[in-house]
């Protein structure tokens, strides 16, 4: 079948948490991305993103691996911003994610390096907040306290975390429900075909019911090992990435390709219709170079509604396998 352009207005949205916010199915990320390509490409990219329906854009705070930016730490809010402006996007109608990394704490607390995100990208609020795991010294209920004090400030309208694991996620909505403060509506942690087991630990579904909590699939081509191109040879992304993810991606590759063949499909598109088969996910988290690879990415929904349960089981095999 051929898959090769699609503009689809109609995205579906769905509910993330229960913050109020509604995010498309897929998700814009920047990490790596925009600082490392000509900033008319990446502009190519923001207005494909546009023209297909996404309305999720994922941004932070990453250092330089260039070597050329202006700043150490940051550059990659800049670029953002500018692009975000010059593909057009209208501010309301677009959730902007970001991350707080506490990297610099207790000298910056929240709102200072939510305060300085902000600037660099030249905006005055995000959609969503996304905290990372707590720094040694700072209790999860005194972190939950500062992110909720960027929610009600309005520098953020919802807060979430990114790979938390199950028993701190836990804490932190206890901690939100002791403060009466609003729980996280969203949870970004690594899903894809050979890793699940964060997800579909017994004790994250558990909190992630419990706190009506959407998921956020990210890492879903396993830095990219899925589409099958490392198979002859490591370059790009995953090249020196010695990870478990990375390694098991490079394995699994081959069953990927050969099933995808099989089905007259892309890899990359299988890899996708697994995250987006989990019932509680609210949106899949991507990275992308070129227009062209965005809409191969955005097309894998066709390819998800296209399945049947036997195809569907057959990717929850090759999952386990």
């Not at 998700?27 to 329906?53: C, K, N, Y």
């Not at 677009?94 to 610099?104: G, M, P, Q, S, T």
């Not at 309005?154 to 206890?174: F, H, K, M, S, T």
């Amino acid at each position: 079948m051929s898959r090769s352009r699609v503009v689809n207005s109609a995205l579906p949205h769905r509910p993330l948490g229960t913050s109020g916010l509604e995010v498309s199915l897929f998700a814009l990320g920047s990490w790596r991305t925009f600082e490392r390509i000509p900033r008319d490409q990446g502009l190519a990219v923001m207005r494909a993103a546009r023209e297909a329906g996404i309305t999720f854009l994922d941004d932070a705070r990453y250092n330089d691996e260039t070597g050329t930016a202006p700043i150490p730490t940051g550059y990659s809010e800049v670029i953002f911003g500018e692009l975000f402006r010059g593909a057009g996007w209208v501010r309301d109608e677009v959730v902007v994610a970001n991350k707080l990394w506490w990297e610099f704490w207790p000298e910056q607390d929240a709102r200072g390096e939510l305060d300085g995100s902000l600037g660099r990208m030249g905006l005055d609020h995000v959609d969503l907040i996304y905290t990372m795991l707590p720094p040694d010294g700072l209790p999860i209920a005194d972190l939950v306290a500062q992110v909720a004090a960027l929610v009600s400030s309005g520098r953020a309208r919802a807060w979430g975390i990114g790979n938390w694991p199950a028993a701190d996620l836990a804490e932190a909505v206890q901690a939100a429900r002791d403060l009466a403060v609003p729980l996280p509506a969203a949870a970004q942690l690594p899903y894809s075909l050979v890793r699940t087991d964060w997800v579909r630990d017994p004790a994250m579904e558990a909190v992630l019911a419990d706190g009506g909590i959407g998921l956020v699939a990210s890492y879903v081509l396993a830095g990219g090992t899925l589409t099958g191109k490392y198979l002859q040879g490591e370059s790009g992304r995953a090249a020196g990435d010695d990870t478990p993810v990375i390694e098991a991606g490079r394995q699994r590759a081959a069953a990927v390709v050969e099933l995808a063949a099989e089905w007259g499909v892309s890899p990359a598109s299988l890899a996708f219709c697994f995250a987006l088969s989990h019932p509680r996910l609210a949106s899949v988290l991507f990275g992308a170079t070129t227009p062209e690879q965005l809409r191969q990415n955005v097309n894998s929904l066709d390819v998800h509604r296209s399945l049947d349960e036997a195809q569907k089981q057959r990717l929850e095999q090759l999952a386990a396998s």
